[in-house]
């Protein structure tokens, strides 16, 4: 397993702004149709479906065409379960600086719900519902898939 360095929503945003990370959101596309990281490309890992979540087939294929081996990448996903596995995955496949921002974008929660991290939109951190050029679908179209 790839030692990846995992930072709080509030260093993920220094790095964005500071060294010119991108931030990688691997949530569903309805996810982050629905609101994510200001700037933020999305990725999925997985996808929504009536069965539920399924794996993105394309993932790693998307993300090799359209980002380089050393592109600054923060990964980010709901709670921090996604990001971990995608940073991990990309890691293996020979990219060097992708950093796991933990607590995603709603935080995780504790077995009664509560809080127990705040993650980018409770920590009050920029939010947008669109980003041009950061779509699922303009991205793969971008690696011709």
């Given at each position: ?6 930072v709080s ?5 220094k790095l ?9 959101d691997?949530?569903?596309e309805?996810?982050?149709?629905a609101g ?8 999925p890992l ?8 399924a794996p993105n087939p394309?993932?790693?294929?998307v993300v090799?065409?359209?980002y ?6 923060v990964v980010?996903c709901?709670?921090g379960?996604?990001?971990?596995k995608?940073a ?5 496949a020979g990219?060097?600086?992708?950093i796991?921002?933990r607590a ?7 077995a009664?719900g509560?809080?127990?991290e ?6 009050g951190?920029p939010?947008e519902?669109?980003?041009a050029?950061g779509s699922y ?9």
């Amino acid at each position: 397993m790839a030692n990846i360095q995992r930072v709080s929503p509030a260093d993920a945003k220094k790095l964005i702004d500071d060294e010119g990370y991108v931030y990688l959101d691997v949530r569903s596309e309805p996810e982050y149709a629905a609101g994510h990281p200001t700037g933020a490309q999305n990725v999925p890992l997985m996808h929504a479906g009536p069965a539920g979540m399924a794996p993105n087939p394309d993932f790693l294929a998307v993300v090799q065409a359209v980002y380089p081996k050393d592109a600054k990448l923060v990964v980010g996903c709901k709670a921090g379960g996604r990001s971990i596995k995608a940073a991990e995955m990309m890691a293996s496949a020979g990219y060097t600086s992708v950093i796991d921002q933990r607590a995603g974008f709603d935080g995780p929660r504790d077995a009664f719900g509560a809080l127990s991290e705040k993650g980018w939109s409770p920590a009050g951190l920029p939010v947008e519902t669109t980003t041009a050029g950061g779509s699922y679908f303009e991205l793969k179209k971008k690696a011709g898939k």
